[in-house]
């Protein structure tokens, strides 16, 4: 968070550029992102995935269908994120609107189920969609915590700008 002098009040006022990071074309492009992983991994799973999973010995099977609902949980939690945020940043709901309706999000961490012999085992478009899943996982949360985190340890200080004071002084040592 950077304060930067707010012209007409002489007082400090916080930019941030993590909301901006938010609402710039890097979100917009993480957005994309999750969408396509998600389409991407319900296309794979309804088709291709079904035939390699039926393909797949006793153990392996039920390895490939842990990390397959594991693997929808973690995007659906993050299409939910995503969702939220862009509703924010298009101005559908305010951030503390957003921030009241991040607990039906669950957004945490979930690591691969499987050993990792039985996840190398798995049909590679399945262990290839869990790996950009976590990578996306890893920065949503990253973002998550940036904007969401305690707001209060970031709130400005009613401060004024020394500056603005040294001018207060020059102006008022002048009019006399």
Do not use: C
């Not at 899943?133 to 940036?146: N, T």
């Amino acid at each position: 968070m950077v304060q930067v002098l707010s012209s007409q009040s002489g007082h400090l006022a916080p930019v941030s550029f993590v909301e901006r990071l938010a609402g710039s074309e890097a979100f917009r492009a993480m957005f994309k992102e999750g969408m396509a992983l998600v389409e991407d991994a319900a296309a794979y799973l309804d088709g291709p995935g079904r035939a390699e999973a039926k393909a797949l010995p006793r153990a392996d099977a039920l390895a490939y269908a842990s990390e397959s609902m594991r693997l929808t949980t973690r995007l659906m939690q993050l299409a939910s994120w995503l969702l939220l945020q862009r509703a924010v940043n298009e101005g559908e709901m305010t951030t503390q609107q957003a921030a009241s309706e991040k607990h039906k999000v669950k957004l945490s961490v979930q690591e691969v189920a499987s050993t990792p012999d039985a996840f190398h085992r798995l049909p590679a478009r399945l262990r290839d969609l869990v790996a950009q899943s976590m990578r996306l996982q890893a920065r949503v949360i990253h973002l998550d915590q940036l904007l969401y985190a305690r707001k209060d340890a970031f709130a400005p200080q009613d401060m004024r700008s020394p500056v603005a004071d040294q001018l207060a002084r020059l102006q008022a040592a002048f009019a006399s």
